[in-house]
């Protein structure tokens, strides 16, 4: 529910505040003095397409904010706060939501939800849940089919969404089956092809029988073997340089003579014994790097052309296996995982045997969901069009007839049922679907009429309605104000009119007035009460806010607010 709506610089609406809140609000004015302001106000907050022409003459930007009262769980509240804003609670279970749009003269547009900046489609998002607005040219409700449908499912209640659902699971589960087998046979053959590939694949790997880093590893021996004249000479010198034979002195000696030296002079100074320590370290470091070498030459000794050739000829169908995979840790990584992919192709046939089962399983189950959601909701559309056909005949067409068609489809998640609302406004002339079959006053009437059947149904907390009752008057006005009055028992109802017959059964009135200083004509909004709703309501009748007949018949109307409202036949 929008409790207050504040619309700055918008058209010729200088500054207002509208005071709207539970129940059902009547909003009028002169012709011109803005009252459209209103709606177009309401629409910038649901997210509608920004005008720079709304803003007024003179001003840089317009402005609206709204106050929604909102529950404080749910799609609402999940919503603003994933685009990064907060609500405010309040009491009783509520919290409030601030919602606002500005629209600069060069035509940019900001909106903020719940405290944040935020786009548009936010706004309109956050509209699905709060708000429907309905004009003589924008009967969006009823000219979707889809959206027709979607009424029909709310106006069945908890028996008809039981049936949707379990048409939903139903279809779902067909579908996927159906997508997987369809997949396979279509791809029967590449897979067949696949496993071939992969079969050898895994052979020629497992005949090979790589190691990890087993090519980095053959390159370095190869690398050593291929040099190992240079490298055994290097090695041969380097171990008589340390180890020599013969009277030639050689590094282990002299490091073991230094250390000798330096020991038999330390008794006079400890700094000496500590480098004698140290060259008796590096005197055993040095006999295990002579070691080493010794090993390293016994090891080249033993290698030798064969082993250099051995090889290079491993290195080479390594190198082929490279090539094919890229990498030798994909072949690796193929010969770990390749397994269980072959089994799953080599199982195509069987698995298309199971499948075809279990699709013929899943579409017999699928039927049966179809024609229990069909029978529910024929059953619906039968109550449906009863009950929109009793209030349309009472809103001035009393000859009318509407009819819900529910007709088989092409199958969707949404059922295998196409929903249209058909319409004969008179005697004589044939049902045919309402988008296109009615005039715009006929449109609204109808529209009308099933909001106030669908109304317990209908998860939308506010209702906005503007100029509903164009084209009518009298007496079937005043059983449009009853039913907006109806409406708005469980809703709340907004509604831009230009009769006083409907105002009359709002519990809040607020007139948009003109006024002018000679160059500037600009607007506000005043809460009528009293003496001057009745002035007001005497206006909207005979155009003459003092005429003493028009008011004592605004009196008489006013009266009507707290009658019984009749049950239409």
């Not at 749009?101 to 849940?129: I, K, N, Y």
């Not at 279809?171 to 369809?182: I, P």
């Not at 149904?457 to 209702?463: G, K, L, M, R, S």
């Not at 709703?533 to 206006?539: F, L, P, V």
């Amino acid at each position: 529910m929008i409790e207050q709506m504040r619309l700055r610089d918008l058209g010729v609406i200088a500054d207002a505040t509208l005071p709207l809140g539970p129940g059902f609000t009547a909003i009028t004015g002169e012709t011109g003095a803005g009252k459209t302001m209103v709606v177009t106000g309401l629409g910038l907050l649901m997210g509608a397409r920004s005008d720079a022409g709304a803003v007024r003459a003179g001003a840089a930007q317009a402005s609206v904010e709204g106050i929604w009262i909102v529950p404080p769980e749910g799609h609402v509240v999940d919503r603003v706060r994933e685009a990064g804003g907060d609500i405010e609670p309040i009491d009783d279970g509520r919290a409030e939501l601030v919602v606002s749009r500005t629209l600069s003269a060069e035509g940019r547009s900001r909106a903020s939800v719940g405290g944040r900046s935020a786009p548009a489609g936010v706004l309109a998002d956050l509209a699905d849940q709060l708000v429907v607005v309905h004009g003589q040219s924008d009967q969006l409700r009823l000219r979707s089919a889809a959206a027709q449908r979607d009424v029909l499912d709310r106006f069945g209640g908890e028996t008809l969404a039981a049936a949707l659902a379990a048409y939903g699971e139903a279809f779902r589960h067909w579908q996927r089956v159906d997508t997987e087998l369809e997949t396979l046979l279509t791809e029967r053959e590449d897979r067949a092809r696949e496993a071939d590939q992969l079969r050898a694949a895994i052979d020629e790997i497992e005949k090979i029988a790589p190691e990890p880093d087993e090519d980095v590893a053959l390159a370095q021996r190869a690398a050593r073997l291929a040099h190992s004249e240079e490298l055994r000479d290097a090695a041969t010198l380097a171990h008589e340089l340390l180890a020599g034979e013969g009277e030639a002195p050689d590094a282990v000696s002299l490091l073991a003579d230094a250390r000798r030296t330096l020991e038999r002079a330390s008794g006079n100074d400890q700094r000496l014994q500590e480098l004698a320590d140290q060259l008796a370290d590096l005197g055993y470091r040095m006999t295990d790097v002579s070691a080493e070498l010794a090993g390293y030459l016994a090891d080249l000794d033993d290698s030798g052309p064969q082993e250099l050739a051995a090889v290079e000829e491993r290195r080479s169908v390594l190198a082929d296996l490279v090539r094919a995979h890229g990498t030798l840790a994909a072949a690796l990584d193929l010969l770990a995982t390749g397994s269980a992919r072959l089994v799953e192709l080599d199982d195509d046939d069987d698995r298309v045997v199971r499948l075809s089962a279990e699709r013929d399983a899943a579409t017999s189950a699928l039927d049966a969901a179809a024609a229990h959601l069909t029978a529910a909701r024929a059953d619906a559309a039968t109550r449906l069009a009863a009950g929109v056909t009793a209030e349309v005949q009472a809103l001035a067409m009393p000859d009318a007839r509407v009819e819900v068609v529910v007709s088989p489809t092409e199958p969707s998640i949404h059922g295998r049922d196409e929903v249209a609302i058909l319409l004969a406004p008179h005697p004589g002339a044939q049902l045919r679907p309402v988008a296109r079959g009615a005039s715009g006053g006929e449109l609204s009437r109808v529209m009308l009429a099933l909001e106030v059947v669908t109304a317990g149904a209908d998860a939308v907390p506010t209702f906005v309605f503007d100029e509903v009752d164009a084209g009518i008057g009298g007496a079937a006005a005043i059983e449009v104000g009853q039913r907006l009055a109806a409406l708005a028992q469980t809703s709340q109802v907004i509604a831009v009119t230009h009769l006083a017959q409907v105002a009359a059964f709002a519990g809040r009135h607020l007139s948009v007035v003109k006024s002018s200083d000679g160059s500037v004509t600009e607007s506000s909004v005043r809460s009528l009460e009293g003496p001057e709703r009745e002035a007001e309501m005497a206006r909207l009748l005979s155009g003459m806010p003092d005429s003493e007949a028009a008011l004592t018949h605004a009196r008489e109307l006013l009266g009507l607010r707290t009658a019984p409202r009749p049950t239409a036949d």
